[in-house]
Each structure stands twice: as C-alpha cells, then as structure tokens.
C-alpha cells in the first residue's frame, strides 16, 4: 500500500469524490480544494506529495496558474504536478519540451492554439504553453498529465511514475 499524500484541486465535487475513491483504495491520503487559493493554502500547510490540478475552475487556467505558482514558490516547487485535462497532449522525443512548444508556436498549423500540451515520451518531460490574457506566451513545466475523465488505469501508473521520479531526483 501507499502512504503518500496527494492534494486533488477541482471544481467539480464529483470528480474529487471519484479520485479520493479511487486514491483511497490504493491507500493514498488524500486532500482536496477546489480553487488555486484554498489549494496552495492547503498545499503550504500539507505538504503533499504530489497534486493533480485541474485546469479550468473559477478561470480558465486556474490550473496553470496554481502550477507556476508551484514551480516559482520555494516552499512549493518541490511538489510534483500532474495536470488534469481534456485537451490533447502533443508528444514529442525531444528533451526540451520548452524548444519544443516554441517550434509549434512557430507552425502555422498550430500557431492559433490557445493552450499547448506537450510531453517527451522519452524522458517524461512536460509542460504547458498557454496564451495569457494579455496575449503573451506563457511556460509552466509540469510532471504529467492525466486526461478526463480519470481512468483508473492511466492515472494510477502516471503517479507511479512521477512519484519515483521525485525519489530519484528529490530537488528537482
């Protein structure tokens, strides 16, 4: 069984209910918000493992925002990210997942595109593009995405994966 904790931020009191069901069962503790300022409150205080996000609650990219606050905040950077969404993920073999989301800036095929999913499928690498409301670009790297809705079977092994990451490479 598993002791670490994860926070699940969500809007939608099913989905949390889903997931602290399904986490539970494989005996995670589990804490849930349901918007960036009660989750990084939480987040703070708790100290979990792990937090799977969604992305649009009381804004569009709510989530993504809480997750740069994550990455930027000292005492938050430490814990891993899993997004979770319906857009579509992009895949690449590229390392820089960063370069990477660039070049699809740069194509005229997806230069229109709001928000940017992309993951190495070598290295594991993720992130986020995503236009601001000001129209700037803007970067948040993440650990892993879990697509909705949740199926067990996908999101039980994308934690597994980001958690012994985090143990081999605690300060990243």
Do not use: C
Not at 31 to 44: C, D, Q, R, V
Request: hydrophobic fraction near 40%; aromatic fraction near 6%; charge should be negative.
């Amino acid at each position: 069984m598993n002791n670490a904790k994860i926070l699940v931020v969500d809007d939608d009191m099913d989905v949390i209910t889903v997931l602290e069901q399904m986490l539970g069962n494989e005996g995670y503790e589990v804490i849930s918000a349901f918007n960036k300022e009660e989750g990084i409150e939480l987040a703070l205080s708790e100290k979990p493992d792990l937090a799977i996000l969604d992305v649009m609650m009381t804004t569009h990219y709510e989530g993504f925002e809480m997750a740069r606050e994550f990455v930027d905040n000292p005492e938050l950077r430490s814990i891993p990210t899993i997004m979770e969404t319906s857009i579509e993920v992009l895949m690449t073999t590229k390392p820089s997942v960063q370069a990477m989301a660039r070049e699809f800036r740069n194509d005229p095929n997806y230069k229109e595109l709001q928000v940017i999913l992309i993951r190495d499928i070598v290295t594991g690498n993720a992130g986020i593009d995503y236009r601001a409301e000001d129209g700037r670009s803007v970067w948040v790297p993440v650990d892993g995405f879990i697509r909705k809705p949740v199926d067990k079977s996908r999101l039980l092994p994308e934690i597994e994966r980001v958690l012994a990451k985090k143990k081999m490479h605690p300060q990243a």
